[in-house]
Nanobody, 128 residues
């Protein structure tokens, strides 16, 4: 049974912080790129952040640069998204995803098509 389980979401005031976790079971995250995506009501799923298979490269959508940090701990089989200075526009369900390819630098780390395993999502609500 392969599972990616997101946790750490909740309700915070604008300017606050949250750390999301994505813990894997039944599969290893080692050597796979990982991404975070989010979807707000009535909107398409959008890319938030990604980290390369070796942790050497990170990628962020412009709206979160300087505020969010993606990281990974392969020993814990977990990926994190530290979110600071949260804004109302960050309100969404956040999903983590594992890339299809092994030990590969993704040409399009922002593209959902690069990932084939997805978590169930965790709700982040930012009040203003």
């Amino acid at each position: 049974q392969v599972q990616l389980v997101e946790s750490g979401g909740g309700l915070v005031q604008a300017g606050g912080s949250l750390r999301l976790s994505c813990a894997a079971s039944g599969t290893t995250l080692t050597f796979y790129s990982m991404g975070w995506f989010r979807q707000a009501p009535g909107k398409e799923r959008e890319f938030v952040a990604a980290i390369s298979w070796n942790g050497g490269s990170t990628y962020y959508t412009d709206s979160v640069k300087g505020r969010f940090t993606i990281s990974r701990d392969n020993a814990k089989n977990t990926v994190y998204l530290q979110m600071n200075s949260l804004k109302s526009g960050d309100t969404a369900v956040y999903y983590c995803a594992k890339s299809t390819t092994y030990r590969t630098l993704l040409a399009r780390p922002h593209a959902a098509e690069e990932y084939n395993y997805w978590g169930q999502g965790t709700q982040v609500t930012v009040s203003s």
